[in-house]
């Protein structure tokens, strides 16, 4: 190991050379050399021997620049403790010019004091604590930057500026360079109102927290006081301060669960919030009544540690019910905040610039330019020009598609050929990708079985704990059965046995049986990678049914790889020349396939290409002399001729193997054939193998070809009538609603092209490296590649079910047995105080001592 100008440098065989023969026909080995930002290898075409640092893209060039001119280098420190290596700085190189538009002023900036400014961006690449660092040091790197602030769990930043020393263009420039391009945040009033509402909770949770801290110290001094002589005065003073202290708990913060009891009660429906208020109230209404009588026990610890705890889980519960909110921001974000607007109105040949606009300034009818490698911001018309867009973002198709004038396209779509003008048809919420998330926002308020299921169990609860409370009373109360004594004696014991009832049966036990053992169970799947939003998933994946694998990105690797080189191995250099030029998909991945390996021995030196030209199917141009031309099967037999009956033979068998092949033809012959594909990870056949043992069905839902998805089922085994390709994602929606009418459905997929499916499935799975609305429309996110994970995942849920149902079991049990005895006279309030958290811990214990997840992928599979 050696290094060049500060950049790492290693041998990719046992051999070693150095940078100025890394192309010599007479070099044994080849030369490894690291990006200086993101220690990636840096790709032969890149390195310049003259200069002290190499770097893999432009992007990590800038992004290093702007670090080390002001003096920010401890991110690399920060980053490397972690989160590991620095990822590459994928800027997209824009001009922002949009930022400064008077119309996205309006729309998007506010004013935070006199001369200040502020707006929110969401920021691509964010995800960890170093990003967190480096993007609040921008007014170091950007001065008449004021602050930058960054949520890092929504990669949402806020930045106040002063608008008279920076443009915000130059901002977003800025924040590009360094790895993070932003995308304005829209929605700006719901946020706004979430934010106060979670200002809102907050409070009340400090304030309920606070009162139960202070009743708990005056509790102990109580409880102190039963094994020792207390004074009268104090004894008094303490109970009079616990009761003010317990009445601000419970009829301040604690009174949200009283308004959704009387809400809940004029609905004529009955949930959780009933008997939780129900015993809060009657708790503190004994309580306050013993206090003014100076006689009897008082329990307002547990009443304000209740309200307290309760108000925490709340809290979770909403962050937790946020996601599809989230997911219509995030999708918005993907698509672009900004349009080229074309000066021509129309579809001539006529010459014409475009002006870089905002998108909201953009209506139906107008042209658009949209360059090469740019996003499309509206659905619309293509009218001139013809391209290769990618829209696996859209319809997961993972090979690039050809359009040309009269060919539609849609918002969210990439395009990778050449420059086209585009007729608008649809902008924001109108567009195709804004009606999916509509989709995704929908399914993701359903209902769950899980609260359905509570909400059927609290009706029934409160109906019979009132049943038995008025009971109570009547047994109890002068002339009843076993009334005792007469007058205010006698209805005082019947009023406090019944108090007893109420506050021992409070439903906690009963109420945290289950969200404490799913709570558990989602921290320690956390820990292994996998996030849950809720225990719902955990229910519903019990009972076997049909699972559906999206094929790219889920069974594949969702990356398109060279397998094989046919042909001469002295044009190998050539052809890495020509497609070191281009940033289309295929060109990148014949980059890396033909970088993996040694050069030829005796292959000449290469030049740097000229005459280069680059269409939607192919590329041309002059190397060493030399004509060389790569392509589709019809792009380069347009210009060279049918292929040899060798060439052909290649073909077809890539085809058949869910291959696609690419010609290379120098000087007008062709000499090699290359095929590409998207590998099938390693634990795909194993895992599919175990998921059918366990009683499920498997299919695969696609955007990719047909051809495509039936050659990768035949290879794991999976049915025809269960694989299904060429589907966008309404047509997978659809799909995933058919079969749930015979059963529950569990739909796994990674991309944009999933959301609507994944949210409307019984659950959905987004996998590793998915797209960011897939993952906040899914119930599960899988943080490690490949599909054995699903197994643990369902493995997991069985136990953490069987632990449900244990506690629930031992709550109703418990609730039977105290009720007995309180109704008996056995339990006083004192009694009914402490066993009521007893219960709870009871619970909590056997929620813990479970060992939910482990591991069940088999030692010799790997992701």
Same mark, same amino acid.
């Given at each position: 190991m050696s290094t060049i100008g500060g950049a790492m440098v290693g041998t990719r065989a046992s051999g070693e050379g150095n940078l100025s023969s890394h192309r010599d026909a007479q070099a044994a080995t080849v030369e490894h050399i690291t990006c200086a930002h993101c220690t990636l290898p840096v790709p032969s075409g890149l390195i310049e021997p003259e200069k002290e640092h190499q770097f893999c893209c432009h992007g990590c060039s800038a992004a290093y620049e702007i670090i080390h001119g002001c003096g920010l280098e401890r991110f690399y420190a920060l980053h490397e403790a972690t989160d590991g290596p620095v990822r590459a700085a994928r800027g997209t190189g824009r001009r922002y010019a949009e930022f400064d538009d008077p119309t996205f002023e309006t729309l998007y900036v506010r004013s935070a004091s006199p001369? $200040?400014?502020?707006? /929110?961006f969401f920021l691509e690449g964010v995800h960890c604590a170093?990003?967190?660092w480096l993007v609040e040091r921008l007014p170091r790197v950007l001065p008449g930057v004021l602050e930058a602030r960054l949520d890092l769990r929504r990669a949402l930043v806020m930045v106040t500026w002063d608008p008279s020393r920076v443009a915000l263009s130059r901002i977003g420039r $800025?924040?590009?360079?360094?790895?993070?391009?932003?995308? =304005? &945040?829209?929605?700006?009033a719901q946020r706004d109102l979430r934010r106060s509402e979670d200002r809102r909770t907050l409070i009340r949770i400090g304030l309920a927290g606070a009162c139960a801290g202070n009743v708990m110290l005056l509790a102990f001094a109580l409880y102190s006081g039963l094994f020792d002589t207390m004074e009268p005065e104090y004894l008094r003073l303490f109970r009079w301060v616990s009761m003010f202290l317990s009445v601000v708990a419970v009829l301040g913060p604690g009174w949200v669960f009283t308004r959704g009891a009387i809400a809940s009660l004029r609905a004529r429906t009955v949930h959780l919030d009933v008997p939780i208020a129900?015993? %809060?109230?009657?708790? @503190?209404?004994?309580?306050?009544?013993?206090?003014?009588?100076g006689v009897g026990e008082v329990y307002f610890d547990s009443l304000s540690v209740l309200v307290f705890v309760l108000l925490v889980g709340r809290w979770v519960q909403q962050r937790q019910q946020r996601s599809a909110s989230d997911? =219509?921001?995030l999708l918005y974000a993907l698509t672009p905040s900004r349009a080229r607007l074309w000066s021509a109105a129309s579809d001539d040949e006529s010459p014409g610039t475009g002006i870089e606009v905002p998108i909201e300034a953009v209506s139906a009818g107008q042209i658009i330019q949209v360059l090469a490698g740019e996003t499309f911001p509206a659905d619309? =018309?293509?009218?001139r020009g013809q391209s290769t867009i990618d829209q696996a973002l859209l319809t997961g198709e993972s090979r690039p598609v050809s359009v040309a004038r009269g060919d539609s396209v849609a918002a969210g779509a990439v395009n990778v050929g050449a420059e086209v003008l585009v007729r608008v048809d649809a902008t924001g919420e109108a567009t195709r990708v804004g009606k999916l998330m509509k989709l995704v926002q929908d399914a993701s308020q359903r209902r769950s079985p899980i609260v359905i299921l509570a909400?059927?169990?609290?009706?029934? #609860?409160?109906?019979?704990?009132? &049943? @038995?409370? %008025?009971t109570t009373v009547l047994l109890w109360m002068p002339g009843g059965l076993l009334g005792k004594g007469g007058g205010e004696r006698g209805l005082g014991l019947a009023i406090e046995h019944a108090a007893a009832l109420l506050v021992v049966t409070c439903p906690c036990a009963l109420g945290l049986a289950t969200p404490l053992a799913m709570s558990v169970a989602i921290g320690r799947a956390a820990r292994r990678g996998m996030l849950l939003k809720g225990g719902e998933p955990l229910q519903l994946l019990t009972k076997p049914g049909l699972i559906l694998l999206d094929k790219t990105g889920t069974i594949t690797r969702g990356t398109t790889v060279m397998h094989a080189w046919h042909g001469a191995p002295w044009a190998r250099d050539l052809v890495a020349a020509l497609e070191a030029e281009s940033n289309h998909p295929v060109a990148?991945?014949?980059?890396?396939? @033909?970088?993996?390996?040694?050069? $030829?021995?005796? &292959?000449?030196?290469?030049?740097?290409? $000229? /005459? =280069? /030209? #680059?269409?939607?199917?192919?590329?041309?141009a002059m190397v060493n002399n030399r004509r060389v031309v790569v392509g589709s099967v019809g792009y380069v037999t347009s210009q060279c001729g049918p292929s040899p009956a060798w060439a052909v033979a290649i073909e077809r068998e890539a085809t058949a193997q869910a291959q696609t092949p690419v010609l290379v033809a120098i000087d007008g012959t062709i000499e090699a054939v290359i095929t590409l594909g998207d590998p099938i990870r390693d634990d795909s056949g194993s895992a599919i193998d175990a998921l059918r043992a366990r009683g499920w069905r498997v299919g695969i839902l696609s955007g990719d070809h047909p051809d495509v998805v039936a050659s990768v089922a035949t290879r794991l085994g999976i049915t025809p009538d269960l694989a299904i390709g060429g589907c966008d994602p309404e047509t997978k929606l659809a799909i995933v609603r058919s079969h749930m009418e015979r059963g529950p459905v569990v739909m796994v997929g990674d991309g944009v092209n999933d959301s609507a499916a994944l949210a409307a499935a019984t659950v959905g799975i987004a996998v590793h490296g998915g797209a960011e609305a897939s993952l906040v429309a899914a119930d599960v996110y899988l943080g490690t590649p490949g599909l054995w994970p699903i197994l643990d995942l369902l493995d997991a849920s069985r136990r953490t079910m069987r632990v449900i149902y244990r506690n629930l079991t031992f709550s109703l049990m418990y609730n039977i047995g105290a009720a007995s005895f309180a109704m008996a006279g056995l339990i006083t309030p004192l009694i009914a105080a402490i066993l009521m958290p007893a219960s709870s811990l009871t619970v909590l214990a056997s929620s813990v001592r479970v060992r939910t997840f482990a591991r069940t992928r088999p030692s010799g599979d790997t992701p």
């Open positions: 001369g $200040t400014a502020m707006v /929110e170093a990003c967190v $800025t924040l590009d360079s360094l790895g993070y391009p932003p995308h =304005v &945040a829209r929605e700006r129900l015993g %809060l109230l009657a708790g @503190l209404a004994w309580g306050v009544y013993s206090t003014i009588r997911a =219509v921001e619309g =018309v293509v009218t909400d059927r169990i609290a009706g029934v #609860f409160v109906v019979c704990m009132i &049943a @038995l409370a %008025l990148r991945a014949i980059v890396r396939g @033909l970088d993996a390996t040694p050069h $030829t021995p005796h &292959a000449p030196h290469t030049h740097a290409p $000229t /005459e =280069v /030209e #680059f269409a939607s199917s192919g590329g041309r």
